[in-house]
């Protein structure tokens, strides 16, 4: 095991909120699961201080639930709801709308580990869904319980846990399908050693899938009808969208041991240009042209944090001047077009707002010359 | 009062006697229902409702046993003005207060602010208890809190619980700021009338914000005023317009789902069978709209819902739990197709169709009498004969009133007024307006129906108009004319709408020229500048569809926007204009080209220089089509420019000054036709500057001297110049050493502007009378008198050559490939025997030539069919051949098998066991590590490939070359070929695909365009669609439901066919496509590109073999 891991995994990292929430809350829980729903929606959302009813001889009688999801409530209490019933969760929306921290943070909350996962690639075969074989000890003992490798869907299915599945459409149609049984049936046959296995109880599916890309086969009709669909849109409000990309840079930062010290005006500047471009629309209302590159706040987080580490490591920057550049390299993707329409961007929207002696706008129009190259 | 704390207020309330408080929200079917036990535990003696005093004695109508709900109170003042609005169904608590009262013989005491009151119209329609929630608790859905605080746990819910549930939420948004002075006016004048009532057990019903002002001590403002009269109305309504989506007034989301929750008057399992049907009917609904929707759904919704509600702590699904789970169910995460389709099944299911009714001796309402007073106002006759009117709306004030009275009839449908249609002069609209008025009884009926929709016709057309912007089978070009016709029918408010609309409606899928329309429109208007620059930056990016374009009306409308870019617009949006045009100067068909450099030219981008340069070398350019097409553009865009600035034409003249004969005579018919987009007065006058130049004495044209003699005279002034110049040669640069002289080039010039053909010399006549013959006398402008052109013949000389005849002075003259093209553009302007002169076995095979061949294959007579015939099938089968040549090196080898590591199940044993040598080590045992398989190779005929073809428009070059690679790909045996036409009509011209030539003669050009039908015909023949590829051949100008079409793309790219949007399917790759739809298409998940034939064969070899 690594020392200090890079990403730690939910359950890790939360561990001590789950244990008090398991404590906290003692109403009935579905089949399987180790919290209650309404437990699982506070540990999701978090933002709460909460204190336990009655001492508890390990959790501790006070607590703070992080923030952790942002977003809309309603949409955490219909995911959870799906996975107490019968079909799988299917998250879906734009790249970096958190679909994938809300599968982990869920599937951690309902059982307790989200190390069960399959990733989707055009390479992911059906081995991944079913189980595969370790062919060494296939040819030497012949077929056995021994040789069969489990893929992390039979081992959910073993142990009554939710298994992950990220990015389900980019894998091959045919072996999408493979769910499709699985789901319905919740039942797997293992003819090489006569077997049926079927699932204990808390069996169930999150599925993550990116509409807008390429190189993305859709799932067949019947697949569909398995799943409850959830669109995760992206953040609605600006003030928290700021809010996230401060706490997200600053935590990349602080692993590199440093204060993220980008100038808040900046920032602002910064998730305002990325909302604009995303939706269309300025925040003043007027109308932006979208470029077609997604504008998601991962990346302005991967923006913000670049912004940090640029003025730790290279120091003395001027954090004003680096912006237009990064922008432009965020845009500017796919499409020779998206270079115009971020220099219309800077014609409209940018040009009114300086026009209006915002700063940090004003020096943003004069830097117009750098998105020209 | 503040200082009460808020629980001991809400404890003085409810133990209030008199008066007794009910607080209600206006429509609250938890309340409604719970009103009679309430009314009967107070056992009152009068009951007061919160309706302006006016309404007092109609309360008896709606109370009636006869009426019906949903219905609705109007109250309308002297100038037609809407003072309130009032609408009532089974579920509003007032009404069944009222009718409580009816049974039990209680009197009933309207005790609201009257609104005839000078300021009882303030703030009438707008709920305080809404707005107090917003202001409060930040929150937009003001109408969830309410349900979610009272209507949800109202099941089986003691009544006086829920009463005072609704007295604490009244007290909680009022909170600490208290009523605005209107409210405090009217609370007041509540307070006077219960007390003038002298009743002893008075109860009130009213909107539970204004409780806390009916107890304890106040102020009394003054409440003197003179009342003016009003007129009152009860009407029928409909759920329809009860939804507050409809844009009526004081109405409430999904009125059904109310109905269903009050009928199972506070029973929690009711309202859970309720919740259940509903989710059954939605299911039911999706079916019907073609969408796979079964029980299983329908159980998975049930339970989603239950679980919400467990989980939200309520006793029964609400509203907003049966909508999420639906969504959630059988949305799909789908957008624009099933999403949308689930919420118009929602919106059927819940908003309903109820319409209610009035007892039938109920007074009539007041549409009809305020229409026959109008008109008697204005002077419009109704005594049942027809009259024609003219009317100035621009001059006279009388006349405007006049004019919208009439239209707004006409919005609404009602058979009284008939318009009829005045041309402007060019593009403006015209001033007068005429109409045909007939009153007849239909006319009153009608009236009397639409009183649903407004007390005044004013209120009935901005209703009706606003329902239809908001249908979604609403195209933009009826939206613009709703537009126009809320103009004209003179309604701000609902102008105020459309204007705050039209973003997302209008500039989202409008092509350039309806942009323009727009932008005049919202000009007429008036209102919103800043709207007019963002339709103006939208039609500056429109501009990008245009690069494939030649026809002259798209050349017009961007000739338009650059005007107005002068004009208006100068700072936003010019750069990025000036970016378009410059990419559309590189790239784009030559018409394009032409146009947008001349367009550049007008804002100033480039110097006159550059284009004059650039005119020049397009004239030099061997390809008459090319030459013509570049120079039409840039004419008729910046053809004024030309006779002004000679920086235009001077390079065009030095290189006709410098062209040799057999130089100039090819290029001639190009130039002429080029310059046939100027008007025959523009062309004169650029005639009479250029040869200014040239001097006076050019214009009596060249002596005719021998040449020897004339060579005599040059060698004896050359020898002159020299000797004067002392004996150096210095070499005049201003005149370059030109083989033709002056007066060659004016006639040259008279050539290519067919001007004062009667005085060129002789050798150039029989050129002009060649040329003259086809395009006559000019078109536009002067064409009808200034100088005649051709000569003054008058009955003297032969008679008009025959088209033989012509042809070989054609071919004579200009050389055979150019008489080709001459030939060609007779053909297209209207010579059509001038084609068969054309000669199959020598003629170039060009697409061009056989677009414009086949355009005329409807215009021909039948008799002549058959030549046309042959040289199509000669063309046809030249061009077949080239292109099966280009696209058959990817489509070979489809049927073969080809190794890969995906598992396709069939094991492909030689590869593995080598790839996999490694592992052996005792000499027996091989571990297959790495597998490889075959793929799939494509049995015969097992792709199939649907070719959608667009024909709404002219025969276009995609068109044909969608023929031709039809026929291309039929010879492929992995692929079967099926090829549909669509306008408006879908035409399957699958059998003829083996025969282009046929294929091409059964094309009917012309009709509407309906892309969504065509897309459905297509669906419904889809076999297998993972291995179905449709490529849909189309502008994509879509001329019914965009919405639509959008689904039916969703639908078929989900369904895993491989679709592919082309713009333009030819060599050149010039599309011709609205952007904005297009861009939507793209986003729907199906790709659109521009793509030369073998591109799409490679795409389509992709497609298979992988």
Same mark, same amino acid.
């Given at each position: 095991?690594?020392?200090?891991?890079?990403?730690?995994?939910?359950?890790?990292?939360?561990?001590?909120?789950?244990?008090?929430?398991?404590?906290?809350?003692?109403?009935?829980?579905?089949?399987?699961?180790?919290?209650?729903?309404?437990?699982?929606?506070?540990?999701?959302?978090?933002?709460?201080?909460?204190?336990?009813?009655?001492?508890?001889?390990?959790?501790?009688?006070?607590?703070?639930?992080?923030?952790?999801?942002?977003?809309?409530?309603?949409?955490?209490?219909?995911?959870?709801?799906?996975?107490?019933?019968?079909?799988?969760?299917?998250?879906?929306?734009?790249?970096?709308?958190?679909?994938?921290?809300?599968?982990?943070?869920?599937?951690?909350?309902?059982?307790?580990?989200?190390?069960?996962?399959?990733?989707?690639? +055009?390479?992911?075969?059906?081995?991944?869904?079913?189980?595969?074989?370790?062919?060494?000890?296939?040819?030497?003992?012949?077929?056995?319980?021994?040789?069969?490798?489990?893929?992390?869907?039979?081992?959910?299915?073993?142990?009554?846990?939710?298994?992950?599945?990220?990015?389900?459409?980019?894998?091959?149609?045919?072996?999408?399908?493979?769910?499709?049984?699985?789901?319905?049936?919740?039942?797997?046959?293992?003819?090489?050693?006569?077997?049926?296995?079927?699932?204990?109880?808390?069996?169930?599916?999150?599925?993550?899938?990116?509409?807008?890309?390429?190189?993305?086969?859709?799932?067949?009709?019947?697949?569909?009808?398995?799943?409850?669909?959830?669109?995760?849109?992206?953040?609605g409000d600006l003030e928290s969208e700021v809010d996230l990309v401060r706490r997200q840079a600053g935590?990349?930062?602080?692993?590199?041991?440093?204060?993220?010290?980008?100038?808040?005006?900046?920032?602002?500047?910064?998730?305002?240009?990325?909302?604009?471009?995303?939706?269309?629309?300025?925040?003043?209302?007027?109308?932006?042209?979208?470029?077609?590159?997604?504008?998601?706040?991962?990346? +302005?987080?991967?923006?913000?944090?670049?912004?940090?580490?640029?003025?730790?490591?290279?120091?003395?920057?001027?954090?004003?001047?680096?912006?237009?550049?990064?922008?432009l390299g965020t845009v500017h993707k796919d499409d020779p077009e998206d270079r115009g329409r971020l220099l219309a961007y800077w014609d409209t929207a940018v040009r009114r707002r300086a026009e209006a002696e915002a700063a940090p706008w004003k020096r943003l129009h004069e830097l117009r010359h750098l998105l020209e190259g | 009062m503040s200082e009460t704390d808020p629980a001991s207020l809400v404890d003085a309330l409810h133990s209030s006697k008199s008066p007794h408080l009910i607080g209600v929200r206006h429509h609250s079917p938890a309340l409604a229902a719970a009103m009679p036990d309430l009314l009967a535990a107070a056992e009152p003696d009068a009951v007061?409702?919160?309706?302006?005093?006016?309404?007092?004695?109609?309360?008896?109508?709606? /109370?009636?046993?006869?009426?019906?709900?949903?219905? /609705?109170?109007?109250?309308?003042?002297?100038?037609?003005?809407?003072?309130?609005?009032?609408?009532?169904?089974?579920?509003?608590? *007032?009404?069944?207060?009222?009718?409580?009262?009816?049974?039990?013989?209680?009197?009933?005491?309207?005790?609201?602010?009257?609104?005839?009151?000078?300021?009882?119209?303030?703030?009438?329609?707008?709920?305080?208890?809404?707005?107090?929630?917003?202001?409060?608790?930040?929150?937009?859905?003001?109408?969830?809190l309410w349900d979610r605080l009272v209507e949800s746990r109202s099941y089986g819910a003691d009544p006086q619980a829920l009463r005072r549930a609704a007295l604490a939420v009244g007290v909680a948004m009022r909170g600490e700021a208290g009523p605005s002075e209107a409210d405090a006016l009217r609370e007041a004048w509540m307070r006077k009338e219960i007390a003038a009532t002298g009743a002893s057990r008075p109860v009130a019903v009213i909107g539970s914000f204004?409780?806390?002002?009916?107890?304890?001590?106040?102020?009394?403002?003054?409440?003197?005023?003179?009342? /003016?009269?009003?007129?009152?109305?009860?009407?029928?309504?409909?759920?329809?317009?009860?939804?507050?989506r409809s844009g009526y007034p004081a109405g409430i989301r999904d009125p059904e789902w109310q109905q269903a929750v009050w009928e199972s008057k506070g029973e929690a399992t009711a309202v859970e069978r309720h919740a259940t049907r509903v989710i059954t009917e939605v299911c039911g609904k999706m079916r019907a709209a073609g969408h796979a929707a079964g029980t299983p759904d329908a159980l998975a919704g049930h339970s989603l819902?239950?679980?919400?509600?467990?989980? $939200?702590?309520?006793?029964?699904?609400?509203? $907003?739990?049966?909508? *999420? /789970?639906?969504?959630?169910?059988?949305?799909?995460?789908?957008?624009?197709?099933?999403?949308?389709?689930?919420?118009?099944?929602? *919106?059927?299911?819940?908003?309903?169709?109820?319409?209610?009714?009035?007892?039938?001796?109920?007074?009539?309402?007041?549409?009809? #009498?305020?229409?026959?007073?109008?008109?008697?106002?204005?002077?419009?006759?109704?005594?049942?004969?027809?009259?024609q009117l003219k009317l100035a709306p621009h001059r006279s004030p009388l006349d405007r009133k006049r004019h919208a009275l009439l239209t707004r009839t006409r919005v609404c449908g009602v058979p009284f007024g008939k318009r009829r249609e005045l041309a402007g002069i060019g593009d403006q609209d015209s001033l007068g307006r005429e109409w045909t008025v007939k009153w007849e009884p239909r006319t009153a009926a009608t009236l009397d129906w639409l009183s649903t929709y407004g007390p005044t016709l004013a209120h009935a057309a901005t209703g009706l108009l606003r329902q239809r912007w908001i249908d979604p089978e609403a195209t933009t070009a009826h939206r613009l004319g709703f537009f126009e016709a809320a103009v004209e029918a003179d309604l701000p408010g609902l102008l105020a709408e459309f204007t705050a609309r039209m973003r997302e409606d209008v500039v989202a899928t409008a092509g350039l020229p309806e942009l323009l329309t727009a932008y005049h429109l919202l000009g007429r208007a008036g209102t919103d500048p800043v709207l007019r620059a963002e339709v103006a930056a939208a039609a500056i990016n429109a501009v990008g569809g245009l690069a494939g374009s030649g026809e002259a009306a798209d050349i017009r409308a961007l000739a338009e926007l650059v005007r107005l870019s002068r004009a208006e617009h100068e700072h936003l949006g010019a750069e990025r204009l000036v970016w378009q045009l410059a990419r559309l100067t590189e790239d784009a068909s030559p018409p394009t080209r032409g146009a947008a450099a001349a367009a550049l030219t007008l804002l100033d981008r480039r110097p006159h220089q550059w284009l004059g340069e650039l005119a020049a070398s397009w004239a030099e350019d061997a390809d008459?089509?090319?030459?013509?097409?570049?120079?039409?553009?840039?004419?008729?865009?910046?053809?004024?420019?030309?006779?002004?600035?000679?920086?235009?034409?001077?390079?065009?003249?030095?290189?006709?000054? #410098?062209w040799p004969e057999r130089d100039f005579w090819p290029r001639l018919p190009a130039l002429r036709e080029g310059f046939d987009a100027l008007s025959t007065a523009a062309r004169e006058r650029l005639f009479r500057t250029v040869s200014g130049r040239y001097g006076d004495d050019t214009a009596l044209g060249r002596l005719e001297v021998a040449p020897e003699l004339l060579a005599a005279w040059a060698a004896a002034d050359e020898a002159g110049r020299i000797a004067a110049a002392g004996g150096e040669d210095t070499g005049d640069d201003l005149a370059p050493e030109s083989p033709v002289d002056g007066a060659e080039t004016v006639d040259r010039w008279r050539l290519i502007l067919g001007r004062e053909s009667d005085r060129l010399s002789a050798s150039y006549r029989r050129g002009a009378l060649a040329l003259d013959d086809l395009y006559g006398s000019g078109h536009g402008e002067g064409s009808m008198g200034i100088g005649a052109v051709g000569g003054t013949s008058g009955g003297v000389g032969a008679a008009e050559p025959s088209i033989r005849e012509w042809a070989e002075d054609l071919a004579e003259l200009f050389g055979s490939r150019v008489r080709e093209e001459v030939l060609a553009r007779a053909a297209g302007r209207g010579r059509l025997d001038a084609i068969l002169q054309l000669d199959p076995g020598h003629v170039t095979p060009s697409v061009d030539l056989l677009t414009r061949v086949?355009?005329?294959?409807?215009?021909?007579?039948?008799?002549?069919?058959?030549?046309?015939?042959?040289?199509?099938?000669?063309?046809?089968?030249?061009?077949?051949?080239?292109?099966?040549?280009?696209?058959?090196?990817?489509?070979?080898?489809?049927?073969?098998?080809?190794?890969?590591?995906?598992?396709?199940?069939?094991?492909?044993?030689?590869?593995?066991?080598?790839?996999?040598?490694?592992?052996?080590?005792?000499?027996?045992?091989?571990?297959?590590?790495?597998?490889?398989?075959?793929?799939?190779?494509?049995?015969?005929?097992?792709?199939?490939?649907?070719?959608?073809?667009?024909?709404?428009?002219?025969?276009?070059?995609?068109?044909?070359?969608?023929?031709?690679?039809?026929?291309?790909?039929?010879?492929?045996?992995?692929?079967s070929v099926h090829l549909t036409t669509f306008s408006t009509d879908v035409v399957d011209l699958t059998e003829h695909v083996s025969d282009p030539l046929s294929l091409l003669m059964e094309v009917s050009i012309g009709g509407g365009t309906d892309i969504g039908k065509g897309?459905?015909?297509?669906?419904?023949?889809?076999?297998?669609?993972?291995?179905?590829?449709?490529?849909?051949?189309?502008?994509?100008?879509?001329?019914?439901?965009?919405?639509?079409?959008?689904?039916?793309?969703?639908?078929?790219a989900t369904g895993g066919t491989h679709v592919l949007g082309l713009a333009a399917l030819d060599d050149k790759g010039e599309p011709v496509y609205n952007k904005a739809i297009a861009g939507r298409i793209a986003d729907a998940g199906v790709p659109v590109a521009a793509l030369s034939p073998s591109q799409l064969a490679d795409w389509i070899a992709a497609k298979v073999r992988a």
């Open positions: 095991m690594t020392e200090r891991p890079q990403v730690m995994p939910a359950e890790q990292r939360y561990a001590a909120e789950l244990e008090f929430l398991a404590a906290y809350d003692s109403g009935p829980r579905p089949p399987g699961w180790k919290l209650t729903p309404a437990a699982v929606v506070t540990f999701v959302l978090g933002g709460q201080t909460l204190e336990l009813p009655e001492p508890h001889p390990v959790a501790p009688p006070t607590m703070e639930i992080s923030r952790k999801f942002v977003g809309e409530r309603a949409l955490v209490e219909r995911a959870v709801v799906t996975l107490a019933g019968d079909r799988g969760l299917l998250l879906v929306g734009e790249p970096g709308t958190a679909k994938s921290m809300l599968s982990e943070l869920l599937s951690a909350a309902v059982s307790g580990s989200s190390a069960l996962t399959v990733q989707g690639t +055009a390479g992911t075969t059906e081995e991944h869904f079913r189980y595969g074989w370790n062919y060494g000890l296939l040819l030497a003992k012949g077929p056995t319980e021994e040789a069969l490798v489990p893929s992390p869907v039979l081992t959910a299915m073993r142990r009554g846990a939710v298994v992950r599945v990220e990015e389900i459409t980019r894998c091959l149609p045919e072996v999408q399908d493979a769910l499709v049984s699985l789901l319905s049936d919740r039942r797997m046959a293992v003819p090489e050693l006569g077997s049926n296995i079927s699932s204990a109880e808390g069996f169930t599916v999150i599925a993550t899938a990116n509409l807008r890309d390429r190189g993305v086969s859709e799932m067949s009709a019947a697949l569909k009808r398995r799943f409850n669909f959830e669109t995760v849109p992206p953040i935590a990349a930062l602080s692993r590199h041991g440093r204060d993220f010290a980008v100038d808040e005006l900046v920032l602002r500047a910064l998730v305002t240009a990325f909302r604009d471009l995303r939706g269309g629309q300025a925040e003043e209302g007027w109308a932006v042209e979208r470029p077609a590159t997604v504008m998601s706040t991962a990346e +302005a987080v991967g923006v913000a944090t670049s912004m940090g580490l640029q003025g730790t490591y290279l120091g003395g920057v001027d954090e004003t001047a680096l912006l237009p550049g990064y922008l | 007061c409702v919160e309706l302006p005093q006016e309404l007092g004695e109609w309360t008896r109508w709606l /109370a009636h046993p006869g009426t019906l709900a949903p219905v /609705a109170c109007s109250v309308i003042d002297a100038t037609g003005e809407r003072l309130g609005f009032y609408p009532f169904a089974d579920f509003s608590p *007032e009404l069944a207060a009222l009718r409580w009262a009816r049974e039990n013989d209680v009197p009933v005491y309207a005790i609201d602010l009257p609104s005839g009151h000078p300021r009882g119209s303030e703030f009438r329609e707008h709920d305080p208890l809404s707005a107090a929630f917003g202001r409060a608790a930040g929150v937009d859905d003001t109408e969830e204004h409780a806390a002002a009916l107890i304890g001590d106040h102020t009394e403002p003054d409440l003197s005023g003179p009342v /003016a009269p009003v007129t009152c109305a009860v009407v029928p309504y409909t759920f329809a317009l009860l939804d507050s819902a239950m679980g919400l509600s467990a989980l $939200r702590g309520l006793t029964a699904p609400g509203r $907003r739990e049966v909508i *999420e /789970a639906l969504g959630s169910v059988l949305g799909q995460g789908d957008q624009l197709g099933r999403a949308a389709a689930v919420a118009r099944a929602c *919106e059927a299911v819940l908003v309903g169709d109820r319409r209610g009714e009035l007892p039938p001796d109920a007074p009539r309402a007041g549409l009809l #009498s305020h229409v026959e007073q109008a008109c008697d106002e204005l002077k419009i006759p109704r005594d049942g004969r027809a009259k008459g089509e090319r030459a013509a097409g570049a120079l039409r553009g840039a004419l008729l865009v910046a053809g004024d420019l030309w006779d002004a600035d000679p920086d235009l034409w001077e390079p065009l003249a030095r290189r006709l000054e #410098s086949l355009g005329l294959a409807g215009a021909m007579p039948e008799s002549k069919l058959a030549p046309l015939r042959r040289l199509a099938a000669r063309l046809v089968e030249e061009l077949t051949k080239a292109l099966a040549t280009k696209m058959r090196p990817a489509l070979t080898g489809l049927t073969t098998a080809r190794p890969t590591r995906r598992h396709t199940g069939r094991l492909d044993l030689a590869r593995t066991v080598r790839a996999n040598l490694h592992t052996v080590q005792d000499g027996t045992t091989l571990v297959p590590e790495r597998l490889v398989f075959r793929s799939r190779g494509a049995r015969s005929a097992d792709w199939d490939v649907h070719i959608l073809v667009d024909v709404s428009g002219s025969m276009e070059r995609s068109t044909v070359y969608s023929a031709l690679v039809a026929a291309v790909l039929h010879g492929v045996p992995a692929l897309l459905r015909y297509v669906r419904d023949r889809i076999k297998v669609p993972s291995r179905t590829i449709l490529a849909v051949v189309s502008d994509f100008e879509e001329g019914a439901s965009v919405s639509r079409m959008l689904e039916e793309f969703r639908q078929l």
